[in-house]
């Protein structure tokens, strides 16, 4: 049965907005590995089967937008994005394989050293930075969202963990996740210039933001101070005080809900927050406030 010129058009515009909207993949992880040393950061994940690649030529396509990489700690807030650019991004000719590899070795834009999407293969993510502290005595869960245009690979590993102490973080076999942790919206990034073997960031490709967690605990609750190298300037600003202050608070005890002591800068307008066991408030326009792991309240894509 033929199609009329009419209908057919109705078709692709269907298939045009369908490919026009976010498609969240949720991938269970092979590996995680995160190792932060005084003069070299690195992470690598792997996962294998469920990898779907981006579509050539549509929004989703790494080679014409670029990509993301997002690593996230859900039970400090903390968050990191390095961006990659489209230019370091190929594809084989039959749009089966994405590789990025960085161009850039150094300096800010080289945070991500390579990644591979294979079609129903393997996906691999390689890179020179974390973003994130790495400092807690342990992190428990970490998450990481890569992001092509309106794609996102999502994994989050906390249940197989084999070691988890400052500096180092190796997880193996993470079951996918049931939600796409989405970027936290409210607070201003932190823009640097850093030598070699610090965290590095840069106005133009990285961002990363530690917002405050509030934690409630029915016995005693002990927060610590916030600690920070040489190198980096930290400003920590309790919600909704908009003026940056530098403090450092030391150990109290508390048998009610006490806000983690964290480093964070805010920007005015953000009121998306617990209002007793729930997140609410108001977010920019296209966001809605949500709880993230029931210990976070953040501003996601709708």
């Known amino acids: 049965m033929r199609l009329r010129p009419a209908c057919l058009a109705a078709v692709l515009i269907v298939a045009v907005l369908g490919l026009a909207r976010a498609t969240d993949v949720h991938l269970a992880g092979n590996k995680l590995v995160l190792q932060k040393k005084p003069a070299s950061e690195r992470l690598v994940l792997v996962a294998r089967g469920g990898v779907i690649a981006p579509l050539p030529g549509s929004t989703e396509d790494p080679t014409l937008v670029g990509g993301e990489l997002q690593i996230g700690n859900p039970g400090t807030g903390e968050q990191a994005r390095f961006a990659t650019s489209a230019r370091d991004w190929s594809v084989n000719a039959l749009g089966t394989i994405f590789r990025f590899r960085n161009h850039l070795e150094t300096g800010p834009g080289s945070e991500v050293r390579s990644i591979l999407i294979r079609n129903r293969g393997r996906l691999k993510i390689s890179t020179r930075a974390l973003g994130i502290t790495l400092d807690e005595q342990a992190q428990q869960a970490l998450s990481v969202v890569m992001r092509t ?24 076999k993470a079951p996918a996740p049931s939600a796409c942790p989405g970027p936290i919206v409210g607070a201003s990034t932190t823009s640097t210039s850093r030598p070699p073997g610090t965290h590095p960031t840069s106005t133009s490709v990285t961002s990363s933001t530690r917002p405050t967690t509030p934690t409630t605990s029915s016995t005693t609750a002990t927060v610590n101070p916030t600690t920070s190298t040489s190198t980096s300037t930290t400003s920590s600003t309790p919600k909704p005080t908009v003026s940056t202050t530098s403090s450092t608070h030391p150990p109290t005890t508390s048998s009610t809900k006490v806000p983690t002591t964290t480093t964070t800068t805010t920007t005015a307008g953000d009121s998306c927050g617990f209002r007793g066991n729930s997140c609410k408030g108001t977010c920019p326009p296209g ?16």
């Open 287 to 302: 966001r809605r406030c949500v709880s993230l792991f029931g210990r976070v309240c953040a501003c996601v894509l709708r």
């Open 149 to 172: 245009g309106t794609r996102r690979y999502c994994f989050l590993f906390g249940g197989r963990i084999g070691k988890d102490k400052p500096g180092r973080f190796v997880a193996h």
